[in-house]
């Protein structure tokens, strides 16, 4: 997995997804840290709801399931 640069969650998101594909939620968690930072978004509607912020500054929403489905919210875009 070391070999994977993620800089951008959105347009990256086909590659993203098929590198995480049968990850845990945990595991997909610690994997997006080592590219970015991670807050948590609190939402009365969604409690699955997380923010990643790429070291080179590029933003992008995504959800999170319990199994470790990754939905990403993108600019005018959801990936599922």
Request: charged fraction near 15%.
């Amino acid at each position: 997995m070391s070999n994977f640069i993620l800089i951008d969650l959105a347009t990256q998101h086909a590659a993203v997804k098929h590198h995480l594909q049968g990850r845990s939620r945990e595991h997909i968690l610690v994997w997006l840290c080592q590219f970015g930072e991670i807050h948590r978004i609190i939402s009365p509607y969604d409690h699955n709801l997380y923010g990643f912020c790429s070291f080179v500054g590029i933003r992008t929403g995504f959800r999170l399931t319990t199994n470790g489905d990754i939905t990403i919210l993108g600019d005018h875009t959801t990936i599922i």
